[in-house]
Nanobody
Framework: QVQLVESGGGSVQAGGSLRLSCAAS????????RGWFRQAPGKEREGVAA???????IYTDSVKGRLTNSQDNAKNPLYLQMNSLKPEANAMYYC??????????????????????WGQGTQVTVSS
């Protein structure tokens, strides 16, 4: 059974920083696709930062230069360093891993990474 567990969310003031972590267990597929998504109230879940299928880090335009997606190797936690946070970053942040076979809730981004395994999310709140 695949489990993804996020941690590191919290409340900060605008301009502050947070580091999210995602620990995975039970995931036996060998691929590069790992990433972070977020979902604000009333909005669709969107990709934030991810390793694509060849291991290149992709960022959505609104976070470029302020977020860093990293992972030492496939067995270590996935991290998302978020600096210079703005109130528009308020959302639940989810760690995701690639799935196969069309799981419910799969989002394909970036490229051909079909993310179908999700963590429970960690809340990020940025106050102005």
């Amino acid at each position: 059974q695949v489990q993804l567990v996020e941690s590191g969310g919290g409340s900060v003031q605008a301009g502050g920083s947070l580091r999210l972590s995602c620990a995975a267990s039970g995931y036996t597929y060998r691929n590069y696709c790992r990433g972070w998504f977020r979902q604000a109230p009333g909005k669709e879940r969107e990709g934030v930062a991810a390793f694509d299928s060849v291991g290149t880090t992709i960022y959505t335009d609104s976070v470029k230069g302020r977020l860093t997606n990293s992972q030492d190797n496939a067995k270590n936690p996935l991290y998302l360093q978020m600096n210079s946070l703005k109130p528009e970053a308020n959302a639940m942040y989810y760690c995701a891993a690639r799935s196969y076979g069309g799981r419910w809730g799969t989002i394909t981004w970036p490229g051909d990474c079909a993310f179908g395994y999700w963590g429970q999310g960690t809340q990020v709140t940025v106050s102005s």
